[in-house]
């Protein structure tokens, strides 16, 4: 279930429910959450990147929607390299092992994603 992931009902903007703003004193749980699909992730990988991102979340996002991808049977390849890529780009900009994210291995995710 993508249920800490929001989405508005009339665009399909993806976004994670800290990034809503609240009005009307709505609470967390009013929000309307994401519905259980790959692509999902791909919405807010690609939002990510419009937002100039940090390369480990939007990784991160690719790789879960690749995984979701590939437990329902379809091509997961694509977004497997996606992953690849921006787990690249974390480590290429000096993201270590353990750095601002609890103890990533970023060597094994790069591996973890090679298609």
Do not use: W
């Not at 979340?57 to 379809?74: N, P, T």
């Not at 977004?79 to 890529?85: D, E, Q, V």
């Amino acid at each position: 279930m993508l249920s800490f992931l929001t989405m508005c009902p009339h665009c399909e903007h993806v976004s994670y429910p800290s990034d809503c703003e609240q009005t009307e004193a709505k609470a967390e749980e009013d929000l309307v959450y994401a519905p259980e699909t790959c692509e999902t992730y791909v919405k807010l990988a690609e939002k990510m990147i419009d937002e100039n991102g940090h390369p480990y979340h939007i990784a991160s996002l690719y790789h879960r929607g690749a995984c979701c991808r590939k437990l329902q049977g379809e091509d997961s390849a694509a977004l497997f390299r996606m992953a690849n890529k921006y787990y690249l780009i974390a480590k290429d900009n000096g993201m270590e092992s353990g750095e601002d994210i609890k103890e990533v291995n970023i060597d094994e995710l790069i591996e973890k994603t090679l298609v």
